[in-house]
Each structure stands twice: as structure tokens, then as C-alpha cells.
């Protein structure tokens, strides 16, 4: 069997619907792709930058100065390699399969713990339950965490990023969001054994609510 390396993208797709994640993952089939806007991966690298830049020199990004006791994690050797969409941070499970999940930042807290940093780019200001949408995500980056021996934290923090105003000449000032999302190891664990037993079964049925496969029929 060929090494499969599962990603909490590809993990949505399966609470979404399990049959388009089945035939994505085994047999190659995806969804018709709609057009990207290259804005929040050009925001990730800056920002990652800016992070990097106040890491070096000691002190926290006044993003998020105020909001979190500790330190920006400072084993770059690490980060790079957790950082990296090719690598990541990653557990093979016995199965063969494998889960992956690559960080933007990392934080430690005054008790040692590792909490995940994610930067979130967006039109507008946040609604009441946006950071809802990535509660699995940070939940399997805990686990991940934790699998490569890592003391991780039971929150992650999401970063919100939305333009207010612009000064004219390229010059933007963007409001800032930070919000704590409480995690939990274990369901970031199930989410993935359950992907896990999917695939090595037949062809599941679609979600009702699946409109990609309600066109297909």
C-alpha cells in the first residue's frame, strides 16, 4: 500500500463528506477547484518574518504583547522543518498512514507548555464563532505536538488579521484579532483514526448535505 499522509484539510473534507474525502484520498477524484486568492499565503510570509525578526531580538510582536504570558518557541531548526508544507510536523500511525500538520508560529507559555500560533487572514472582522471553523485543526496540531514529544498546551491561539483603512501609496492598517481556542488532544487523535478506518474500507456514502455529490447523482 502506498504511504497516504493525511492533513487537517483533508481531514474537514471528511466531516464534510466522507465519500469525497474517500475518493479523494484513494482514488485521486477532487472536487472542481474554484479560483484561490494568493493574499493569505503572501500574509503567512510576512508575518512569519515580523515573528522572526522579534524572536531574534527578544521581545514580543505587539500582535500579540499583552495577551500571552512566555516566549516565541526559539528552536528554529524545529520550526523550519514544522513549518515546511513538504514536512511538517508529522506521526506515522502503525497502519501505515501518516498525519501531518505544518505550524505557522509556535508559543511558550510560563509553565512549559506549547500552545500552536496561527495566522488567519480575512475580508472583515471576525463573527462570533469564525475561529469555530479551525477547532479541529488546532486540535490536531496539539496531538501532533505532543507525538513529537512536545509538552502541548490545552488552547491554541488564532491570529485575525482584516484591513481597516488604507493611507493611500500601498500603506494599510489592518485590525487585529487574537482568540484562544481551547483544544483537545484526544478528539484531534479521533478525527484522524477515524479517517484512518475509512480509508481502508469500500466506498463510503456521501453526506446528504454534500452538494458536489447531489449534482454527481
Not at 62 to 77: A, H, T, V, Y
Not at 83 to 111: I, P, W
Not at 190 to 213: G, N
Amino acid at each position: 500500500m502506498k504511504k497516504i499522509v493525511l492533513s487537517p484539510s483533508k481531514l474537514s473534507l471528511l466531516k464534510e463528506c466522507p465519500r469525497c474525502f474517500w475518493l479523494n484520498v484513494n482514488k485521486g477524484i477532487k472536487r472542481p477547484e474554484g479560483i484561490f486568492s494568493s493574499l493569505p499565503n503572501g500574509m503567512d510570509l510576512i508575518l512569519k518574518k515580523h515573528f522572526d525578526e522579534c524572536r531574534c531580538n527578544n521581545c514580543l510582536p505587539k500582535d500579540i504583547e499583552g495577551k500571552l504570558k512566555g516566549n516565541l518557541f526559539n528552536d528554529m531548526e524545529k520550526l523550519n522543518v514544522w513549518r515546511n508544507n513538504f514536512k511538517g510536523l508529522r506521526y506515522m500511525h502503525e497502519s501505515g498512514f501518516a498525519l501531518m500538520g505544518a505550524v505557522d508560529d509556535l508559543f511558550v507559555m510560563e509553565d512549559s507548555s506549547i500552545i500552536p500560533l496561527d495566522f488567519k487572514t480575512r475580508g472583515f472582522p471576525l463573527k462570533e464563532d469564525t475561529h469555530e471553523y479551525y477547532q479541529d485543526q488546532m486540535n490536531v496540531y496539539c496531538f501532533l505536538l505532543e507525538k513529537n514529544g512536545m509538552k502541548a498546551g490545552d488552547f491554541a491561539c488564532l491570529i485575525f488579521y482584516h484591513p481597516l483603512e488604507t493611507k493611500g501609496a500601498g500603506d494599510f492598517k489592518f485590525g487585529i484579532d487574537l482568540v484562544k481556542v481551547k483544544t483537545n488532544k484526544k478528539n484531534g487523535e479521533k478525527l484522524f483514526l477515524d479517517a484512518v478506518e475509512i480509508l481502508q474500507q469500500e466506498e463510503p456514502d456521501a453526506s446528504k448535505e454534500c452538494v458536489w455529490c447531489n449534482w454527481n447523482k
